[in-house]
């Protein structure tokens, strides 16, 4: 897969990455843990309604996303992923070192 975004996740006692090629659409998860390797697949093959917000912080619209439509849905909907799966999203945590060190 020729990933075009990467980003760290958790799960449990696992580190692991989500990769990304918005050329073909598809997801890669690598997560040493199965349940929560699924948990991230299922959520991200599925559409999910969001809230997106505009202008304004009270400003919301409800959206329907398509996490893996596109580089910007599938950030949006990273951003929900631990309210629905309770798979962290180590958006500063550098991929290279969880790909080298997948356990803490």
Partial sequence: MNATYSVS??????LGVIE?????????VILANDEG?????????????????????MDFTAETITPLKDEKSLKLALTRLWNHTKVHVDWSRPVD??????KY
């Fill in 9 to 14: 996740i958790s799960y449990k006692n696992a």
């Fill in 20 to 28: 990304y090629d918005e050329n073909t659409k598809e997801v890669n």
């Fill in 37 to 57: 390797k699924k948990l991230v697949e299922d959520y991200l093959n599925t559409p999910h309604e969001i809230k997106v917000p505009h202008d304004t912080l």
């Fill in 97 to 102: 070192y969880v790909k080298a060190n997948p």
